[in-house]
């Protein structure tokens, strides 16, 4: 597996794909496309494999010293195989590099996979965001990783 930014718009695609089979409220082609243009703000990291397809991503934004977490996605058959956590790891390293000191982001209260995940790689719940999702509406767990580095 190789981790690599989003440069091309072809793999646009892939990720849309898979954004689509992973949310109920999926991003569009074209909040994509205005991510992509918003340069040195907005970051996408993909996850390929050997045949160089595109199996996940995940995207944030550089916000001063804070990265924030914005979508992390891993197409079904390649889940539960690292590539969460290989793409997240990578994306906090990436952070520390380009002079951020700590990171957050918002998951499900109901996603116990994503959960498990971010606290296994040291983030902590600090707060909720009352019925921010929607379809189906749920809470928001607000996380946060301080200090990013060692
Ligand atoms: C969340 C997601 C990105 C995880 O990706 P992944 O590549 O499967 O994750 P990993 O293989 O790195 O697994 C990391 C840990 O998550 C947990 N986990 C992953 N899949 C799990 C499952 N099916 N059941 C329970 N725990 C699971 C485990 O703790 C796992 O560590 P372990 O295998 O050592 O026990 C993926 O499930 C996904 O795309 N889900 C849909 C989109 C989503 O919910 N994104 C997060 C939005 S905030």
Same mark, same amino acid.
């Given at each position: 597996m190789t981790i690599e930014p989003l440069a091309l718009p072809s793999d646009l695609d892939a990720v849309l794909a898979i954004e689509t089979e992973s949310f109920t409220s999926p991003w569009t082609r074209e909040m994509y496309v205005a991510e992509l243009q918003n340069v040195g703000v907005s970051f996408c990291y993909l996850a390929r494999d050997e045949s160089g397809g595109v199996?996940?991503?995940?995207?944030?934004?550089?916000?001063?010293d804070e990265l924030h977490i914005n979508n992390l996605a891993?197409?079904?058959?390649?889940?539960?195989?690292? %590539?969460?956590?290989?793409?997240?790891?990578? %994306?906090?390293?990436?952070?520390?590099?380009?002079?951020?000191?700590?990171?957050?982001?918002?998951?499900?209260?109901?996603?116990?996979?994503?959960?498990?995940?971010?606290?296994?790689?040291?983030?902590?719940?600090?707060?909720?965001?009352?019925?921010?999702?929607?379809?189906?509406?749920?809470?928001?767990?607000?996380?946060?990783?301080?200090?990013?580095?060692n």
């Open positions: 199996i996940g991503f995940c995207s944030f934004w550089r916000v001063l891993v197409a079904h058959p390649y889940r539960r195989r690292g %590539v969460g956590t290989a793409l997240l790891t990578f %994306v906090l390293n990436e952070g520390v590099r380009i002079g951020a000191h700590r990171a957050t982001l918002e998951v499900r209260r109901s996603n116990e996979v994503a959960r498990h995940l971010y606290e296994h790689l040291g983030f902590s719940p600090a707060g909720v965001r009352r019925a921010y999702y929607t379809n189906p509406v749920e809470d928001a767990l607000v996380l946060w990783r301080e200090p990013l580095g």
